[in-house]
Each structure stands twice: as C-alpha cells, then as structure tokens.
C-alpha cells in the first residue's frame, strides 16, 4: 500500500508570492491534516478535512487555507507568503473510521520543505 | 489547554544501552497517544499508538505505556542502536469531538553513539 505522497518537495519562493501545497493520502483514508513545523514552535497543527469538509482548524491566520477533492487528495495555499512562513509543511492521512486495533493512527507524509526569501 | 512536554530534550547514550524517553501532557482527556521518530529532514514515522483505555503498546524493541491519570507516557527502547538516532516525538489526541487533531511535544533528540 503506498503511503501518504506531498509535492513538491521542495519550493522557494519570494514575499508575496502565494504557493500552493499538494497531499495525496493512503488509499482508503478519508482524514487529512495539514501541520507546519518550524524549530522555534515546532510542530502546529493547520487545518483537518475529513469527507471533502473542513472539521477542525488552528490557531493560523486567514492566509492559510485548504480544501479537499472527492479523491480525499488535499491541497493547502498560503497567500501572500511571508518570511516567517519558511517551514517543513506535512500532511498527515488517517482512516477517520472508529474501529479496528489500530483506528485513527495517523501517516506523515514527506514533507514540502518551503523557503520564503 | 493541553500542553505536551518531552524530557529530556536530548539524549546520547552507548550501543546496546536501554534507554526511557518521557512523555508529559497537563489535559488526562485524551483519546489517544502516539510516538512517532524523525530523521533529520524528513516526515514522521509512526512507531506505537496506544488508546487511552490501553496501558501499553509493545513493537519489536519499543514498548510505551500509558497512565493517563497521571498524564504520562513513557517510550523503552531496547538495547539501542546506531539507527534509532533521530527525534522521537510523542502526540495526544483529546477525548471528544470528531477531530484528528494531534497536539506535539517538543521532542527529544537521540544519538546512540557506536
């Protein structure tokens, strides 16, 4: 089974510029989480989209944004980049189901390492 | 507000030495907790998941437990290897509601030096 995909891998970019992320979960997963990770707050959690919905969303400006396909692929965009949103960006795929030895365990993706210059 | 704590910070120990990473959190309402490894660069690994009505999860050399009223968990490594360096993270998820969302620790660095 493959696991949880993100590209690109890499991005640079310049303030102001807008970029967009893309995630494609294990197959069968319907829950997708967008995390950024950065050394000074480590890691923070974005947004969650389960079912084409957002259910659950941090404590990040109205520059972030996501959304989710009807395939459960997931894509973020940040607007108007700025400096301090240099960061590892992941994406995380969980089954969302409630049932099973192992339900809810969640799957990290890669990564998108973005440098905003 | 649930807080996750990890100490120590970082950790070098000898090959072949059993070591405990610790794990803290302030909120005892959590629905699950899972460590996870990363290596320098790259995404997370899940390593064990333990529900909150579990007291421990053993993989291979890893074993981590759960005491919820306590707010702790505790990862064990067994007789350490050179490929366990990396940063082992731990999450909790809260009790209720439809979310996945995971609060992190802050992490702790290993080395096991050869």
């Known amino acids: 089974k493959a696991g949880v995909t993100q590209t690109p891998r890499y991005l640079i970019k310049t303030r102001g510029q807008q970029v967009t992320l893309s995630c494609s979960p294990i197959s069968g997963h319907r829950s997708v989480s967008w995390y950024q990770q950065t050394p000074g707050q480590g890691l923070q959690f974005l947004f969650e989209y389960f079912s084409e919905t957002q259910r659950n969303k941090g404590n990040f400006p109205g520059r972030f944004s996501g959304r989710q396909f009807s395939n459960s692929r997931s894509e973020m965009n940040v607007s108007t980049l700025e400096l301090g949103d240099s960061a590892l960006y992941l994406c995380a795929s969980s089954s969302g189901g409630t049932s099973g030895r192992r339900y809810n365990e969640q799957f990290f993706g890669p990564g998108t390492r973005l440098t905003v210059l | 507000k649930q807080e996750v704590t990890q100490i120590p910070a970082a950790l070098s120990v000898p090959e072949g030495e059993n070591l405990v990473l610790n794990c803290s959190f302030t909120?005892?309402?959590?629905?699950?907790l899972q460590w996870f490894r990363q290596d320098p660069g790259k995404g997370l690994t899940s390593l064990l998941l333990i529900q909150s009505s579990q007291r421990e999860q053993t993989s291979g050399r890893l074993n981590a437990s759960l005491d919820k009223s306590s707010g702790r968990s505790t990862l064990y490594i067994a007789a350490s290897q050179p490929g366990d360096s990396a940063t082992y993270l731990c999450a909790v998820r809260r009790d209720g509601g439809a979310t996945n969302k995971l609060i992190f620790g802050t992490g702790t660095l290993l080395a096991v030096q050869p």
């Open positions: 909120d005892s309402a959590i629905y699950n």
